[in-house]
């Protein structure tokens, strides 16, 4: 779904990815989801200004069935893979992570879905030599992100929050 949006004086497309999506903008969009246990890894290229998002569900593919973006060791490589293929470079890259949250949770199995989606974004992260810049991740309440792919801004609001 893409639909014009303007915060300021320069009109943004705007683009909602859903679980198993990656979406890289280059030109100037406004990326948004909503992520509870699942994570959204924004990565943005510095010198080029191109941006993107993805959205997983699980933490590892297992082998079985489609390897499937709806996993974060499937998902991230894959990002970056599709950023450096338009022209970006790892070294003039840096991510910030969203989501991981517990909401919900009735048992140990579900609260760890969270943090192992956490945990995943920054191992491959630091094997790939990207830095972490800002993180907002964990606890009990969802979050809706805004993601400018020209500017790595982002817009953060909790769901469910009083």
Known sequence: MEAAFAL??????????????IYIAQEPTEIATVLGSCVGVCLFDRKLKIGGLNHYLLPLW????????????????KMIEQ???????????????????????????????????????????????IPIVAQDTGGAHGRRIVMRSDTNQIWLRYTGAE
């Open 62 to 77: 297992n082998g079985n069935g489609l390897k499937s973006p709806k996993f974060g060791n499937a998902s991230i490589p």
């Open 8 to 21: 300021t004086d320069r009109v943004y497309q705007r683009h909602f990815i859903h679980v198993g999506e």
């Open 83 to 129: 950023m450096i293929a338009l022209g970006c470079k790892i070294e003039n890259m840096e991510a910030k992570i969203f989501g991981g949250a517990s909401p919900n949770a009735t048992n140990l199995e579900d609260m760890m879905i969270g943090k192992k989606n956490i945990i995943i974004a920054k191992e491959i992260l630091a094997q790939n030599s």
